[in-house]
Structure formats: structure tokens, C-alpha cells
């Protein structure tokens, strides 16, 4: 059976990179403590500023424990020309502000991009953990709560303050959170970053084509985003994967092998070829169920016809085809469903033996086709459901992708 590898929680830091971000707060005194944890851990650590930070603590102190210079001044740097706020996060691995004021909080939220390290959140698009630090009314406060929610739906990860007493001399929920703790939580998401490593992913994704001439066909709506997306969110997460499409619009995600496909039988044929080689299918593709029984091989006029007959002949059933050759690939399937959600899913996960499917209802406005969000819920082969919230697809890729990984086989040695 197919073990699943982790990187040691010792050497998972080793060599990457991480910009610190640091506002100003009276606790960016801990930030201290967390570059000098981080940089013992082995990660390459570049320190970023704001403009109020400076006044709680020196930047030469970062530069010294870091080694690297520290980027604090957009316009009076020697090398501002160099655009340092580009350059700083360029192959970075992570981007960990700490503390985070509510003030950082908000331009991040808002893109307002007015010192050195809200420029810098402004530019970088990697992962991002941030750990508040304020008093505990300041952390309470709706426009607060609101802006952390905002950053939460578009991925960005919080580490929770901790309740206790505060600079201010109240007691309440606005402490940095400890820097051994925030520690834990970066190795933690490195981890998950690398949860797939060894294994090797097939997905499906996007519509299939079915041509009734040459100029005409059969197809719906699917854009394509859930395949992409979890193809995406997979490679991230250090897994080889193989990304078969029907035709879309959206650009093929760097590091993924491509497949191009039209018809819903070219994608059975490149499936069928590569099932054997992989250890999870995910048949994320809108499959046509029915396909013209004739392509006319001029277009069809239609001039002097009051009506047009087509008959129409099922498409191959790709999931009952790889089912019959199962080994010991896990097998997901997803079923698009307009009624009778759970049930129609359940009948398919138990007909076509699979190991999960995921439904999702596309009566439902806002989700589904097209959309940038989906709300799914997702049932194991125990028959056990869970219902996932309205998210953005990449964050709903990222949540099927922990129950995908909890049922993979384990080695003895696991």
C-alpha cells in the first residue's frame, strides 16, 4: 500500500524563505524572539517594516539577527529605485506578519498600500499567516472583525491573540500570540504545503465538446475553476499532477502537466492511459452524458427544415471504466445535481465505487458554473456527509483536498 510521506517537523523550515513583517506595535519587541526562532530553524528570513514600527525598535536589530538588510523606507532608501518591495519577496516561501496591528490589518484588507510593509502585502500573493497584536476593544471592534473575515475568504491565515494583560493595562484578548506558538503554526502550514509530496494526481476538469458538425456541438456551462483549482492547490501542496481539460478559457496552472482534450471519449482514452501511473483521480470534469450518434460532415442548414432531428447516444462512462481497473488509487467523482442532491450522489458514489464524491447543487445561484465560489458537500465511500460553507473554489479545493489525503492507504511503516 501507498505510504504517504511528511517532512520532518525539524527540517521542514530548512532553507525557505520567509519575510517577517513587522507593525507597529509595542510587541514588535517579539518579533525578535520569532526571527530568532525562525532563522535556528534554518529559513532564510527578510524582515519588512512599517513606518510605526521603526519607532518601537530598531531596524538594525532585524539586519543583525537576520542577516539580511531590512527593507523599512519606500522613498529615502538608497536603493528605492531597485523597487525593494518587489524584489524582497521574489521566490519568497511565506509571508508572516507579527505582530499585525489593526491598522495593517485594515490597509491588507482594503489594498491600501501607503509604507514600506503595506506595500509589500500589496505586491505579495503567496501564503500569508498574520498574527494580530492590540487592544482587546481595537480587536473587538466590527470594522476589525469584518476586515479579518475578508482576508480570511480570500486564504489568508490568522493566528489568534491570547487573552491576558495588555500594554494598556487592561486584561482581554489582544496578545500577541507566543512566539514558540506562532513557530508551531508556520511549520504547521509548511506541512500542509507539502502533504502530497510523493503522490501523483490525475484530475479532470472543464467541459467536454461533442460535435454535431463542424461548426457545432454539445456542451455546458462548466468554466473549468473547481478542476483548475484543485489541480493548483495539489501542486502546492507537493503533489506531481496531471491536469486533463476539456476546453476552457482559463490559462493552464505552471507546474502542471497538461492534457488537452475535446470530446468526452478523448478524455476516457487519456484517463484510461494514465490511471494505472496514478495514486488519486479526481474526476472534476463536466462529462457530456450524451453524444450525437452521426457528425454531419458539413454544416447542418437550416434552410427548408421546420425541425431537426438529433439522435443522441450515451458517452462513455469514465468513472465505470477506471472502476473496473481500480488498484489502489483512490477514486473521487463529483456530480453536479439540479435536485435530489445527496441522494443522486449517493447512488453514483455506491454504482461507481468510488472513495468520495463531492455534489453540488448548480440550481443554486452564486455557485457552481462559472462562478468563482462553490458550496459542496462532500460524502465518503461510509456514506458519511459533510457540507462544506460558501467559500472561494481555491479554499474549497484546499478543504476536499484534507479529506482526500485522511483516506489515502497507509503503509505498515505510516
Same mark, same amino acid.
Given at each position: 500500500?501507498?505510504?504517504?510521506?511528511?517532512?520532518?517537523? +525539524?527540517?521542514?523550515?530548512?532553507?525557505?524563505?520567509?519575510?517577517?513583517?513587522?507593525?507597529?506595535?509595542?510587541?514588535?519587541?517579539?518579533? =525578535?524572539?520569532?526571527?530568532?526562532?525562525?532563522?535556528?530553524?534554518?529559513?532564510?528570513?527578510?524582515?519588512?517594516?512599517?513606518?510605526?514600527?521603526?519607532?518601537?525598535?530598531?531596524?538594525?536589530?532585524?539586519?543583525?539577527?537576520?542577516?539580511?538588510?531590512?527593507?523599512?523606507?519606500?522613498?529615502?532608501?538608497?536603493?528605492?529605485?531597485?523597487?525593494?518591495?518587489?524584489?524582497?519577496?521574489?521566490?519568497?516561501?511565506?509571508?508572516?506578519?507579527?505582530?499585525?496591528?489593526?491598522?495593517?490589518?485594515?490597509?491588507?484588507?482594503?489594498?491600501?498600500?501607503?509604507?514600506?510593509?503595506? +506595500?509589500?502585502?500589496?505586491?505579495?500573493?503567496?501564503?500569508?499567516?498574520?498574527?494580530?497584536?492590540?487592544?482587546?476593544?481595537?480587536?473587538?471592534?466590527?470594522?476589525?472583525?469584518?476586515?479579518?473575515?475578508?482576508?480570511?475568504?480570500?486564504?489568508?491565515?490568522?493566528?489568534?491573540?491570547?487573552?491576558?494583560?495588555?500594554?494598556?493595562?487592561?486584561?482581554?484578548?489582544?496578545?500577541?500570540?507566543?512566539?514558540?506558538?506562532?513557530?508551531?503554526?508556520?511549520?504547521?502550514?509548511?506541512?500542509?504545503?507539502?502533504?502530497? *509530496?510523493?503522490?501523483?494526481?490525475?484530475?479532470?476538469?472543464?467541459?467536454?465538446?461533442?460535435?454535431?458538425?463542424?461548426?457545432?456541438?454539445?456542451?455546458?456551462?462548466?468554466?473549468?475553476?473547481?478542476? *483548475?483549482?484543485?489541480?493548483?492547490?495539489?501542486?502546492?501542496?507537493?503533489?506531481?499532477?496531471?491536469?486533463?481539460?476539456?476546453?476552457?478559457?482559463?490559462?493552464?496552472?505552471?507546474?502542471?502537466?497538461?492534457?488537452?482534450?475535446?470530446?468526452?471519449?478523448?478524455?476516457?482514452?487519456?484517463?484510461?492511459?494514465?490511471?494505472?501511473?496514478?495514486?488519486?483521480?479526481?474526476?472534476?470534469?463536466?462529462?457530456?452524458?450524451?453524444?450525437?450518434?452521426?457528425?454531419?460532415?458539413?454544416?447542418?442548414?437550416?434552410?427548408?427544415?421546420?425541425?431537426?432531428?438529433?439522435?443522441?447516444?450515451?458517452?462513455?462512462?469514465?468513472?465505470?471504466?477506471?472502476?473496473?481497473?481500480?488498484?489502489?488509487?483512490?477514486?473521487?467523482?463529483?456530480?453536479?445535481?439540479?435536485?435530489?442532491?445527496?441522494?443522486?450522489?449517493?447512488?453514483?458514489?455506491?454504482?461507481?465505487?468510488?472513495?468520495?464524491?463531492?455534489?453540488?447543487?448548480?440550481?443554486?445561484?452564486?455557485?457552481?458554473?462559472?462562478?468563482?465560489?462553490?458550496? =459542496?458537500?462532500?460524502?465518503?465511500?461510509?456514506?458519511?456527509?459533510?457540507?462544506?460553507?460558501?467559500?472561494?473554489?481555491?479554499?474549497?479545493?484546499?478543504?476536499?483536498?484534507?479529506?482526500?489525503?485522511?483516506?489515502?492507504?497507509?503503509?505498515?511503516?505510516?
Amino acid at each position: 500500500m501507498l505510504g504517504v510521506f511528511l517532512m520532518s517537523n +525539524n527540517t521542514v523550515l530548512c532553507d525557505k524563505k520567509i519575510i517577517l513583517g513587522v507593525s507597529g506595535s509595542i510587541a514588535a519587541y517579539k518579533a =525578535v524572539e520569532v526571527l530568532r526562532l525562525l532563522v535556528q530553524a534554518g529559513a532564510r528570513v527578510h524582515v519588512v517594516m512599517s513606518a510605526n514600527a521603526v519607532k518601537f525598535i530598531t531596524p538594525l536589530t532585524f539586519e543583525a539577527l537576520s542577516g539580511n538588510p531590512v527593507y523599512h523606507e519606500v522613498f529615502d532608501s538608497n536603493s528605492s529605485s531597485l523597487m525593494e518591495h518587489i524584489r524582497v519577496i521574489e521566490s519568497a516561501d511565506l509571508l508572516l506578519i507579527a505582530p499585525a496591528t489593526a491598522g495593517i490589518i485594515g490597509k491588507m484588507a482594503n489594498g491600501i498600500a501607503d509604507d514600506s510593509l503595506s +506595500n509589500l502585502c500589496v505586491s505579495y500573493n503567496g501564503v500569508t499567516i498574520v498574527a494580530p497584536a492590540m487592544n482587546d476593544n481595537m480587536y473587538a471592534n466590527l470594522a476589525v472583525k469584518e476586515n479579518i473575515k475578508k482576508m480570511k475568504r480570500r486564504g489568508v491565515k490568522f493566528v489568534d491573540p491570547e487573552q491576558g494583560e495588555l500594554a494598556c493595562g487592561s486584561i482581554g484578548q489582544g496578545r500577541l500570540a507566543d512566539p514558540s506558538n506562532l513557530l508551531e503554526s508556520i511549520k504547521k502550514e509548511f506541512n500542509s504545503m507539502n502533504d502530497f *509530496y510523493g503522490l501523483r494526481l490525475l484530475v479532470t476538469a472543464g467541459p467536454t465538446h461533442e460535435p454535431l458538425d463542424p461548426v457545432r456541438f454539445i456542451t455546458n456551462p462548466s468554466s473549468g475553476k473547481m478542476g *483548475y483549482a484543485l489541480a493548483s492547490a495539489a501542486r502546492d501542496r507537493g503533489a506531481t499532477v496531471t491536469l486533463i481539460s476539456g476546453p476552457t478559457s482559463i490559462p493552464f496552472p505552471e507546474g502542471v502537466r497538461f492534457v488537452s482534450c475535446r470530446t468526452a471519449c478523448e478524455m476516457n482514452d487519456h484517463v484510461l492511459q494514465m490511471f494505472s501511473d496514478c495514486d488519486i483521480l479526481i474526476m472534476c470534469a463536466a462529462v457530456g452524458d450524451f453524444a450525437p450518434k452521426q457528425i454531419k460532415k458539413e454544416k447542418i442548414k437550416k434552410k427548408g427544415k421546420s425541425s431537426l432531428d438529433i439522435q443522441l447516444l450515451p458517452t462513455e462512462d469514465i468513472l465505470m471504466n477506471v472502476a473496473a481497473k481500480k488498484d489502489r488509487q483512490l477514486l473521487v467523482g463529483f456530480a453536479a445535481e439540479s435536485e435530489n442532491l445527496t441522494q443522486s450522489a449517493l447512488e453514483k458514489l455506491r454504482d461507481k465505487k468510488l472513495d468520495f464524491i463531492v455534489a453540488n447543487d448548480i440550481s443554486s445561484p452564486g455557485i457552481g458554473f462559472q462562478s468563482e465560489s462553490n458550496q =459542496v458537500t462532500l460524502i465518503n465511500k461510509d456514506e458519511n456527509t459533510k457540507k462544506l460553507p460558501l467559500l472561494p473554489k481555491v479554499e474549497i479545493a484546499h478543504l476536499l483536498l484534507d479529506d482526500f489525503i485522511k483516506g489515502m492507504p497507509r503503509s505498515e511503516e505510516s
